[in-house]
């Protein structure tokens, strides 16, 4: 499934883009920040899975200035954590669900980490 066509021709400030992904980039990047899950945000902008853009998330911070993108790791790194606190005291799930879950948060840090 292709982005939507107001993805693909516009930047989120409006101005056309040269390449279709910057836009999508910049749009999971600004709806991370709001604090949405990626498997939301891959349904708000029509792509298949939550890995797309949770890939186009990881795009997008390698493209900020390096202050900015130290800062937005920081963020994701906090929200990561928090995620992984609700998952160990969710006592309501089994503990393979909960141990298949944290491996998940520890590979998304790391894969936020490792262009740090």
Do not use: H, N, Y
């Not at 066509?5 to 056309?16: H, I, M, N």
């Not at 990626?38 to 939550?50: Q, T, V, W, Y």
């Not at 928090?82 to 089994?94: I, Y």
Request: glycine share 6%.
């Amino acid at each position: 499934m292709s982005p939507p066509e107001e993805l693909k021709a516009q930047s989120s400030g409006g101005g056309t883009v040269s390449d279709p992904s910057e836009s999508v980039d910049s749009e999971v990047l600004r709806l991370r920040s709001m604090g949405r899950a990626f498997a939301r945000i891959s349904k708000e902008l029509g792509l298949e899975r939550g890995a797309d853009a949770q890939r186009a998330f990881q795009r997008a911070v390698r493209g900020l200035p390096a202050s900015e993108r130290q800062r937005v790791r920081g963020e994701e790194v906090s929200r990561l954590d928090r995620l992984a606190e609700r998952v160990r005291a969710d006592t309501t799930k089994a503990e393979l669900d909960r141990a298949r879950q944290l491996k998940t948060i520890d590979r998304m840090r790391s894969q936020i980490l490792e262009d740090a």
